[in-house]
């Protein structure tokens, strides 16, 4: 929650609202297609599609433009039915039972079909055809899974569709928006017995999620990583062993909702157990945008005013995190910049829908105007317990967001906004109950965390990584109305903990920085407001009352001891300020101890202790009986 970097970053994913006219919510990535709409192709009648048989395995092939190609398998007399599926990384592709279908056929980038051994069909072969549409070639990943009769049949209980479409449906139904994977599968129950499809538990469910390399991280290319990852992800075993196992939030177990993290790609596994047999579905898979299929990257839609934040961030962060304290203005008016932007995003996005423009000025001015009052409020008052009450909540909202984005968090109980959010309240105000007591300890920690973490989120989204997330998950609860709905399972592989790790390293190298800086200088340093105060107080008195001789002749001299600095804000175990000491020499007579240009000291016969406001010049009555002259002083200093 930092500055402008989390709303130019949560911009990102939502900039296709600035971008592209309005479209709907969500993007289908696997679709039935009926008759009402037929898919021309392209081949030549002359021409028959090359045939391959495949088995469990899966095979890459290449399919031209505007092609299609045949793959078939033996099937064997045990055999219930076939589940044939494809997989293409970046393009969607047809799987039918006839070579020119105009309905009874799947447009996906994960398609499957089934082919049952005792079912009356014109095709007795057992082979689908994949069809590439496109004027380009693509690259497919073929192959077919064989069950016998104790196995449940994936997509069984599917409503079959009077004006036709494929039945059963194996597939796994994905579509998506800014913040939000939807997936869907129809039930399975064993072949020839609908009536089980009426009892919910008759069959469980395992769902399981794998995120794919990121771009640029990994060995070899982008689509040879894509196919080691489903080759070790199609059996039963291997899903297990590589998969998050997750679980529906919502009341239905074939409905489930994730967390996008667009342009990380993620495989969905979902294995069907009824009784002794099991199956799995076709497996599916998305990167939560719409990939360019010549590029085979999610578009760029990062605006560039967003990159130039990100790159002011660093230097900013790198102020705060080493520095912060010793610039105590500067750190104020960041720390309220930065919950005014994050404040005045959630607003603005809840109550209208601006473009990418608007809710960046609007959400600009918010910070600036938050900025001001914080600054203004250290800068008039100087209370340093108030200052840095909220530096430590914005540190509470860090520690929430964090503990929040752990997949443990992923439980029912959390989908309940009122419950969500007093927890996360209570996570806030947790730092400041903890911290506070120690107040210039407090303020070096916040900036330190604050300032890192500001350093550490530009460079995850330069390097591609996924903590950006931990902050934009929390804006999405706050004004996506579905979120609630979404499991959170962080996308942590070895980039992410490199990154992790630079994080808590920076961290404690700015902590100790810090702290050697400031072991020896005040705990705060005075309000600008009350020096100028002071100042104008003294001016005002001018030198009328300070004529009288500072010393007599037959006075002995004997040089102070050197006095610290003023101390501002009460800090445990420091003592209360009495008076404003001076660096000048300090003059003893008796019991009275005459300190400063015409300010009063302590006298120790006095045991009530007075104490006195340090930026206010003394009064009549505490001035010391003993008047000097500065010119006499200066006199004194310049003899000794």
Avoid at 40 to 49: F, N, Q, V
Wanted: a neutral charge.
């Amino acid at each position: 929650m930092l500055l402008h970097l989390t709303i130019a970053l949560h911009t990102i994913v939502v900039t296709s609202r600035a971008d592209s006219p309005p479209t709907p919510p969500t993007t289908p990535v696997t679709t039935l297609t009926t008759a009402t709409t037929p898919v021309t192709i392209h081949t030549p009648a002359t021409t028959p599609p090359h045939q391959h048989v495949v088995d469990r395995v899966p095979r890459p092939f290449t399919i031209s433009a505007n092609s299609s190609i045949r793959i078939s398998s033996k099937i064997k007399e045990e055999d219930n039915f076939l589940l044939f599926e494809a997989h293409c990384r970046a393009s969607a592709v047809l799987m039918s039972f006839v070579a020119d279908p105009n309905t009874n056929y799947v447009n996906s980038t994960s398609p499957a079909l089934i082919y049952m051994n005792d079912m009356a069909m014109d095709i007795r072969d057992p082979g689908v055809y994949i069809i590439n549409p496109h004027p380009y070639p693509v690259v497919v990943l073929a192959m077919v899974k064989a069950y016998t009769a104790t196995d449940p049949v994936p997509g069984y209980c599917m409503t079959v569709n009077s004006k036709g479409g494929v039945w059963p449906k194996p597939f796994l139904t994905l579509d998506w928006n800014s913040a939000l994977i939807r997936l869907n599968f129809s039930r399975a129950s064993h072949l020839g017995t609908s009536l089980e499809c009426n009892d919910l538990h008759s069959v469980q469910y395992k769902v399981y999620q794998r995120y794919l390399p990121r771009d640029g991280w990994g060995e070899g290319t982008r689509d040879q990583q894509f196919h080691e990852a489903i080759k070790t992800f199609s059996e039963i075993e291997d899903i297990e062993k590589w998969g998050q196992s997750v679980t529906s939030l919502g009341a239905h177990v074939d409905r489930l909702v994730f967390a996008s993290y667009s342009p990380t790609g993620s495989l969905y596994a979902v294995i069907a157990v009824q009784g002794n047999g099991s199956s799995v579905y076709a497996l599916g898979h998305t990167y939560g945008c719409d990939v360019d299929p010549l590029t085979g990257v999610c578009p760029d839609t990062a605006h560039t005013v967003t990159k130039v934040v990100c790159a002011i961030n660093i230097f900013t962060g790198l102020l705060m995190a080493f520095a912060g304290h010793r610039f105590f203005m500067a750190s104020q008016f960041l720390f309220g910049f930065y919950t005014g932007s994050v404040v005045g995003y959630i607003l603005l996005s809840i109550t209208f829908s601006p473009d990418f423009v608007e809710i960046f000025s609007l959400t600009t001015l918010c910070g600036l105007t938050m900025a001001i009052l914080v600054s203004g409020l250290w800068f008039f008052l100087g209370i340093p317990v108030l200052s840095v009450l909220l530096p430590t909540l914005e540190v509470g909202v860090m520690v929430a967001s964090c503990i929040l984005f752990l997949p443990q968090m992923n439980i029912p109980s959390l989908t309940t906004d009122l419950y969500y959010w007093l927890v996360f309240l209570c996570l806030i105000l947790a730092m400041p109950v903890i911290l506070l007591a120690f107040t210039q300890k407090a303020s070096i920690l916040s900036c330190v965390i604050v300032g890192s973490t500001s350093l550490t989120l530009p460079i995850d989204y330069f390097l591609g990584t996924g903590l950006r997330f931990i902050f934009i998950n929390v804006v999405r609860r706050a004004t996506h109305p579905r979120f609630y709905l979404a499991l959170i399972q962080p996308s942590l592989q070895m980039e992410d903990l490199m990154v992790v790790a630079c994080w808590l390293a920076v961290s404690a190298a700015a902590l100790l920085t810090q702290l050697l800086v400031e072991r020896r200088r005040p705990p705060f340093p005075p309000a600008p407001f009350q020096q100028w105060r002071w100042r104008r107080e003294v001016n005002m008195e001018g030198e009328e009352g300070e004529t009288a001789p500072l010393l007599s002749d037959d006075e002995s001299v004997g040089r102070a001891e050197p006095v610290a600095s003023p101390v501002v804000g009460y800090i445990l175990g420091h003592r209360p300020v009495t008076g404003i000491p001076q660096a000048s020499p300090a003059i003893v007579r008796g019991e009275v101890q005459v300190q400063g240009r015409g300010r009063a000291g302590v006298v120790p016969g006095n045991s009530s202790g007075r104490v006195r406001d340090i930026f206010k010049p003394p009064s009549l009555e505490d001035r010391p009986a003993y008047q000097y002259s500065p010119r006499q002083g200066e006199e004194w200093v310049a003899t000794t």
